[in-house]
């Protein structure tokens, strides 16, 4: 895998000493040749697993500069706070700016968000001059996750950057009937977007349950596996430049 790099970055200026501005921990995982672009990869858990570093290690072997923020880092270690409000800007802005010092083209910077963090991420392309965002299995859409928050819903007709969504139709935080709306409304965006969903698949349609051994080519579960990632690398592909 290509190199792991462990970091910290200060916020942006608020008019404070820098040294006494808060600190995002970071951790990115950097490609092997020269950067074509960034992602900024937004996630609920705690913890770096194993799963999340071997992702952002895919997308460093395609050429990009892979950086995961810790958004809890302001929260004790067993806190339930979730990932909205100002404290998610900031720290997407502290991510940013350390990607741009990097030689980034603000333009070729993408966002990948997972559940509550897929909800963030698209939030994120309302407000921020990113070049595609990518949310799997993005919650809240006609219910909000915080007071403060907007729904998918409402939030959809301002996107700033080209949004795909990946959705596992059986999930029962994501019904149909929800996604079809979301499909309404982000149809009122001045930017491409594409909502998908997969028959069969109760929740993340890049994480559903493991296919059984042996299990074809051709089965619904394998199929369903290949295509998201496909899509999540190819609307990177498609839309950074």
Aim: aromatic share 6%.
């Amino acid at each position: 895998m290509p190199g792991i790099l462990r970091a910290s970055v200060t916020l942006r200026s608020d008019g404070s000493d820098p040294q006494a501005r808060p600190r995002v921990p970071l951790t990115a995982v950097e490609p092997e040749r020269h950067a074509r672009g960034g992602i900024v990869v937004l996630h609920e858990s705690r913890e770096f697993t194993d799963a999340l570093i071997e992702l952002m290690g895919a997308l460093a072997a395609e050429g990009w500069l892979a950086v995961a923020p810790h958004l809890f880092h302001r929260e004790p270690a067993h806190s339930d706070a979730e990932v909205f409000g100002q404290n998610l800007f900031d720290d997407f802005d502290a991510t940013f700016d350390w990607l741009v010092d990097r030689g980034i083209y603000p333009d070729c910077v993408g966002v990948l968000g997972f559940d509550d963090a897929g909800s963030a991420a698209m939030l994120v392309a309302t407000n921020r001059p990113v070049g595609a965002v990518v949310s799997v299995s993005a919650h809240g859409i006609v219910h909000k996750l915080a007071d403060d928050t907007p729904t998918l819903v409402e939030a959809a007709p301002a996107l700033k950057a080209p949004w795909l969504a990946l959705y596992g139709a059986d999930d029962p935080r994501t019904p149909p009937a929800h996604v079809d709306l979301l499909r309404e409304a982000v149809a009122h965006a001045e930017v491409a977007t594409n909502i998908v969903s997969y028959a069969g698949l109760a929740h993340r349609a890049d994480e559903p349950p493991v296919p059984e051994p042996g299990a074809a080519d051709d089965d619904p579960l394998v199929i369903a596996i290949l295509d998201a990632q496909r899509r999540i690398f190819n609307w990177f592909d498609a839309n950074l430049r």
